[in-house]
């Protein structure tokens, strides 16, 4: 895989609810790329993505997956994540490095639980988004209701692109009211045609030129006079639309069939941010001891710095760690500095990793996303970095877990590997937490629900051949005063001279916090 400059790389993440068909529209983006030559399937267990063998036993994402693909001279980084609310972990250290997402639907369940918690997500930390409807074929008789949901939840931001051809299983491509043409599915592929009379793209088309409009002043000004935009004028409208979060524009699909990932790759190149765009393009940091505000443009004339968003953990290679560049590049051999621990390590190799396949790479530059593996001192959320030019970014957040559970060895063998085995998938995923209840001796972890907790029991075993067993933990009760009490106490001596007296009173009430 070649290197791309900044302006020719998307880093996409693919989000939504579970069973939304993330993963399918992964394979179907790797066979419309060519980068694949057969769609695999999450259901036979040969998706490219979901390649742990916890996923393929499971049948859903665990974890966040990577894979690069390229596609008419540009480069897409797309991060697929869970659907499961109790790996939200994996969602929050994607969107931490991604320019841009895909908030995937299931055309036929409409707008789910998962998918109003992914929006929250996306609009506390403003990421450009273009929402795909999927498994049109598979059900879907009502878009305009649809469409209403859509805009009920989420605001007269949305903005669709697209006009179905056919509904349920006669469903066989849109109408592009952007370049106002339509893509029809001939059983192999979509194919560019004319629009069909019997469809009316006005109405649709005017929403999307006024949302156009509202962007610019200009813009506003020609559409009130009544003058037409040029190409230009409606593409570079709806970028600055989508980039400033101001239009979230809806396309519809079917990832089994390959309809409409043609059209969303057109758009993730024309409408996402590049790596330079965000934020001026600047990231800012600190010193080694916090002080000092750095900023440190997203060029590849910087000086190198990346923060790390995932660990993986492999009985076999070790620890990989996957980042992402903000600035300079990084070749295979260089010294780079860990910068929240304040130690130096050497980089031994670095590849693209494009599910569980590693692809070798000379160098890695700014607004990439690459792995190294054998780091010694760095997690997820650390900033490594140019040695002489150290910086440290703000970490990454993640939720703090809110389901605690025992844990205990199930054989006597199993009880020296425990700790350490369980520290090794705390690298891989800081969303659960291990820590020793001191009166009880139990040992407790922590994480987002029961999923994840079996999860983690499960990986124990086939990652590290150490067995568990989950149970309540013992609660430690206390005695408490639950009322106000008042007591009296006298002191009297009396052997000669002046003697002894003295007299206490005390009251006791309950500690209660206001």
Request: proline share 3%.
């Amino acid at each position: 895989m070649m290197n791309y400059g900044m302006s020719e790389i998307r880093n996409i993440t693919l989000l939504g609810h579970r069973g939304s068909g993330k993963s399918s529209l992964v394979e179907a983006m790797l066979f419309t790329s060519n980068t694949i030559g057969k769609m695999g399937s999450v259901d036979l267990k040969t998706s490219v993505s979901d390649f742990d063998k916890e996923e393929m036993k499971q049948g859903f994402s665990i974890n966040t997956s990577i894979v690069p693909l390229e596609y008419e001279g540009h480069k897409y980084n797309i991060l697929d994540t869970p659907g499961y609310s109790d790996f939200s972990g994996e969602v929050l250290s994607a969107l931490n490095v991604s320019g841009g997402a895909i908030l995937v639907i299931n055309g036929v369940s409409g707008v789910e639980v998962g998918t109003e918690r992914m929006w929250r997500f996306l609009e506390e930390m403003k990421i450009p988004r273009i929402i795909f409807i999927n498994k049109m074929n598979k059900g879907v008789h009502n878009y305009e209701k649809l469409l209403y949901d859509l805009k009920e939840k989420f605001g007269k931001k949305i903005a669709p692109f697209c006009i179905p051809i056919g509904f349920e299983e006669s469903f066989k491509g849109f109408v592009d009211v952007v370049n106002l043409k339509s893509r029809i599915f001939d059983g192999e592929k979509c194919n560019d045609d004319i629009i069909p009379e019997n469809i009316d793209v006005n109405e649709v088309r005017n929403l999307l030129l006024e949302a156009i409009a509202e962007t610019d002043e200009k813009l506003l000004e020609k559409y009130f006079s009544g003058e037409e935009f040029s190409k230009d004028e409606i593409e570079q409208g709806l970028h600055n639309g989508v980039v400033n979060g101001e239009i979230v524009p809806v396309i519809i699909g079917s990832a089994s069939n390959t309809i409409g990932v043609r059209t969303l790759f057109e758009m993730l190149y024309r409408y996402m941010p590049t790596p330079q765009e965000l934020n001026d393009g600047i990231k800012t940091g600190y010193s080694l001891d916090g002080t000092k505000k750095i900023e440190r443009k997203v060029s590849e004339d910087e000086p190198f710095s990346a923060i790390i968003f995932k660990t993986i953990v492999d009985p076999y290679l070790g620890k990989i760690s996957l980042f992402k560049v903000n600035s300079g590049k990084i070749q295979k051999d260089d010294e780079i500095l860990v910068a929240n621990k304040n130690e130096r390590e050497k980089i031994s190799n670095i590849s693209f990793f494009r599910g569980g396949r590693q692809i070798t790479s000379k160098e890695i530059k700014a607004g990439d996303i690459g792995a190294t593996t054998k780091l010694i001192f760095a997690q997820t959320g650390d900033t490594i970095c140019d040695k002489d030019f150290p910086i440290i970014y703000k970490t990454i957040f993640f939720q703090k877990p809110c389901l605690y559970m025992s844990i205990l060895p199930k054989e006597k063998i199993d009880d020296d590997k425990l700790s350490t085995s369980l520290q090794k998938l705390l690298d891989e995923d800081p969303s659960f937490s291990i820590s020793r209840n001191f009166e009880t001796k139990e040992l407790l972890i922590g994480g987002q629900g029961e999923k994840h907790l079996q999860i983690l029991l499960n990986k124990l075993e086939n990652k590290f051949g150490v067995h568990g067993i989950l149970k309540d933990p013992e609660i430690s009760y206390r005695e408490t005063l639950k009322e106000i009490v008042e007591a009296q106490g006298k002191h009297k001596k009396q052997s000669g001279g002046a003697g002894q007296f003295g007299e206490v009173f005390i009251k006791f009430e309950p500690n209660i916090e206001e």
